[in-house]
């Protein structure tokens, strides 16, 4: 079974300070990991996609990296700020032509002042 | 980036009533949409894939004629809820392919139903 885990399963930081989030998975084959952003009440909104060959990318404050040898990666955001609160879903895609997509349950950040 | 809508973003409603719920695509053409459905603090749920002009592919344990697809047109897609219990009270969110190299999908902000 494909499976997305993601850790912290929640995690409070102050404002201005990096924090770094973790998923590993179990999809096989692999196509590419995506990061999404969900709002509370909102739906889920693209950070970054990566394929296998692609170790990191980023998009302003978030960096994400990719290790597809041991499946793992993080996504880092770098200086919070309090509209970074927020769900952090880890996605994984098995086959570009099927579009079934593997879901972590999402790390909840919440930035305080 | 693509957009995609979602209408109402939330509805109440008793016991027993149909509930349609819309997904649009906004400024591309989506041949596929997919529905999802999120309890609270869970991930996303993959309910069914909507295919324009032919019937929709639900997912194992959905119920076909509780929850109707209908994907009348490359950019509209609705679900309808027929007969609302309150255990159908959920966050669904749909989300659409645009076609590009990664077949991103791109969701549309939700919709809370509250049955009550």
């Known amino acids: 079974k494909n499976q997305v885990e993601q850790s912290p399963q929640s995690l409070i930081i102050l404002e201005g300070k990096n924090c770094t989030l973790q998923?590993?998975?179990?999809?096989?084959?692999?196509?590419?990991l995506r990061w999404y952003k969900q709002d509370t009440g909102r739906g889920p909104v693209s950070l970054t996609i990566?394929?296998?060959?692609?170790n990191t990318k980023s998009n302003g404050r978030y960096t994400a990296t990719l290790d597809a040898d041991t499946k793992q990666s993080s996504l880092h955001i770098t200086a919070s700020q309090l509209s970074d609160s927020a769900s952090y879903i880890c996605?994984?895609?098995?086959?570009?032509?099927?579009?079934?997509?593997?879901f972590g349950a999402g790390t909840t950040v919440t930035v305080r002042a | 980036g693509a957009v995609v809508s979602q209408h109402p973003s939330r509805v109440i409603c008793k016991s027993g009533t149909s509930v349609k719920i819309e997904c649009r695509s906004l400024?591309?053409?989506?041949?596929?949409m997919f529905w999802y459905r999120q309890f609270p603090k869970k991930s996303l749920m993959l309910m069914a894939t909507?295919?324009?002009?032919?019937?929709?592919?639900?997912e194992q344990g959905v119920e076909k004629d509780k929850f109707l697809i209908n994907h009348a047109s490359l950019t509209l897609s609705t679900l309808t809820v027929t007969s609302a219990h309150p255990e159908d009270s959920s966050f669904y969110i749909c989300?659409?392919?645009?076609?590009?190299?990664?077949?991103?999908?791109?969701f549309g902000p939700g919709t809370r139903l509250t049955v009550l």
């Open positions: 989300s659409a392919i645009t076609g590009t190299t990664y077949n991103e999908q791109f």
């Open positions: 996605v994984v895609s098995a086959d570009p032509n099927d579009y079934k997509l593997s």
């Open positions: 998923c590993n998975y179990t999809v096989s084959p692999f196509s590419n």
């Open positions: 909507s295919n324009e002009g032919s019937k929709a592919t639900y």
């Open positions: 990566m394929t296998f060959s692609e």
């Open positions: 400024d591309f053409q989506a041949t596929t």
